[in-house]
């Protein structure tokens, strides 16, 4: 039997989900800076965000994900 702790593949999954979707609003928001539509300020500020944003909600998932995998405290059922 294998001790090797590995990335559960629907942690792997949702964290490349994440990435991805992460990448593509700061792509967005360098794209809106080099077309000249967004001023230099303001696409900072929105690449920021994106990437702030981007980090903490895949954060909050991964740690609720994690916590529904790795139960802490089980739930215990009375019979009559």
Known sequence: MSTALTIPPPLWNGSVTYFVLTVVAIVIGILGRLTGKVDK?????????????????????????????HVLIVPTFISE
Do not use: K, P, R
């Not at 929105?46 to 529904?68: N, R, V, Y």
């Open 41 to 69: 300020e303001h696409a900072s500020i929105f690449i920021l965000f994106a990437a702030m944003t981007g980090f903490c909600l895949w954060i909050f998932w991964a740690c609720c994900w994690l916590h529904q995998w």
